[in-house]
């Protein structure tokens, strides 16, 4: 079936820099990828939507400044989380959606990544 | 606007009873319905999905969910669970290709012996 890889898995940062998640479809292109928070205990909640080649829509309340992401190939979507502050720690989850899928309908998720600001 | 119901947040039960996790969904157009489980501190992982064809959906490691368009319920079933299936479940929803799915907030299934 069709694999979605994130890197890194964890990654603990110092309030104020930058960190930069990275989500790769390893076997097919992904013509959309998803980015999904989750705090503990809770469901997952859409960040936003990158169609490769253009601009990232966020959801309301998102801060588009502060979580950038770039989809600038069919297998690669990178989503930097700028001046991190411990309120940004939390689960981070990608999805993505693409050609050689069964149906476009179905999402193949990434393993997320647990970023802790200290 | 699609939304997704998970009538349960947390279900208890011993080890090889039967379990049911509840899901209802809302949509105004056809749904494609899918249920995923995550075990601690990992990501999403395909249970079964419903896009067409019969209501009655076998999954992985026993798991079976039937769609019921009147009632517009998509519920988690197996038989006889074991511990290894203490995780939390998802069950989303999709009515457009390419969009994003929709999660209901999830049933945390505890597996005691």
């Known amino acids: 079936g069709a694999v979605v890889s994130q890197h890194p898995s964890w990654v603990i940062c110092k309030s104020g820099t930058s960190v930069k998640i990275e989500c790769r479809s390893l076997?097919?292109?992904?013509?959309?990828m998803f980015w999904y928070r989750q705090f503990p205990k809770q469901s997952l909640m859409l960040m936003a939507t990158?169609?490769?080649?253009?601009?990232?829509?966020?959801e309301q309340g998102v801060e588009k400044d502060k979580f950038l992401i770039n989809h600038a190939s069919l297998t690669l979507s990178t989503l930097t989380v700028t001046s991190a502050h411990p309120e940004d720690s939390s689960f981070y989850i990608c999805?993505?959606?693409?050609?050689?899928?069964?149906?476009?309908?179905?999402?193949?998720f990434g393993p997320g990544t647990r970023l802790t600001v200290t | 606007a699609q939304s997704v119901t998970q009538l349960d947040s947390q279900v208890p039960v011993f080890e090889e009873a039967p379990v049911e996790l509840r899901c209802n969904y809302s949509?105004?157009?056809?749904?494609?319905l899918f249920w995923y489980v995550q075990y601690p501190n990992q990501g999403l992982q395909l249970l079964l999905k419903?896009?067409?064809?019969?209501?009655l959906v076998k999954g992985i490691n026993g798991f079976e969910a039937e769609f019921n368009k009147s009632q517009t319920s998509f519920h988690l079933r197996k038989p006889s669970v074991h511990i290894s299936d203490t995780a939390e479940y998802f069950c989303?929803?999709?009515?457009?290709?390419?969009?994003?799915?929709?999660f209901g907030k999830g049933t945390t299934l505890s597996v005691s012996s």
């Open positions: 990158s169609n490769e080649g253009s601009k990232a829509t966020y």
């Open positions: 949509s105004s157009v056809s749904v494609y």
């Open positions: 076997d097919f292109q992904a013509t959309t």
């Open positions: 999805s993505a959606s693409g050609l050689l899928t069964e149906s476009s309908y179905e999402q193949y």
């Open positions: 419903y896009l067409s064809g019969s209501t």
């Open positions: 989303a929803v999709n009515n457009q290709a390419g969009t994003a799915l929709i």
